[in-house]
C-alpha cells in the first residue's frame, strides 16, 4: 500500500508561483504513473498533470498546459508540481494520486493541499 501526504499549498496572489510536493511512504512508487488532480468548491475532482513511472512521458489538462510542470524524483520517492502565472481559478484542493501501470485507474491518493489564488 502506498501512502501518499502533499505540501506546498498556501495562499498566493495571482502571477505567482508555488510548487507542491507529494511525498510517499510504506512502498516506492518508481513503478507507479503519478498524477495530479483538483477540486474546487463545488466542483468535481479534475485531471491536472500525470507522469509515468520513469518520468519520460507527461500529460496536462488544456487548462494548465505552459504554466504547471509535473516532475518526479524515484530516489526521493516524491512528485512536484510546479504551478507559475498562477491564476483565481487555480484555487482548488490539490490531490496526488498513484497508479500501478497494471491498472486503469488510480489506487492511491493523498489527503489535498489546499492552494488558494487571490486576484
Known amino acids: 500500500q502506498v501512502q501518499l501526504v502533499e505540501s506546498g499549498g498556501g495562499l498566493v496572489q495571482a502571477g505567482a508561483s508555488l510548487r507542491l510536493s507529494c511525498a510517499a511512504s510504506r512502498r516506492t512508487i518508481s513503478s507507479y504513473a503519478m498524477g495530479w488532480f483538483r477540486q474546487a468548491p463545488g466542483k468535481e475532482r479534475e485531471f491536472v498533470a500525470s507522469i509515468n513511472w520513469g518520468g519520460g512521458k507527461t500529460r496536462y489538462a488544456d487548462s494548465v498546459k505552459g504554466r504547471f510542470t509535473i516532475s518526479r524524483d524515484n530516489a526521493k520517492n516524491t512528485v512536484y508540481l510546479q504551478m507559475n502565472s498562477l491564476k483565481p481559478e487555480d484555487t482548488a484542493v490539490y490531490f496526488c494520486?498513484?497508479?500501478?501501470?497494471?491498472?486503469?485507474?488510480?489506487?492511491?491518493w493523498g489527503q489535498g493541499t489546499q492552494v488558494t489564488v487571490s486576484s
Open positions: 494520486a498513484a497508479r500501478a501501470t497494471t491498472e486503469s485507474e488510480y489506487s492511491y
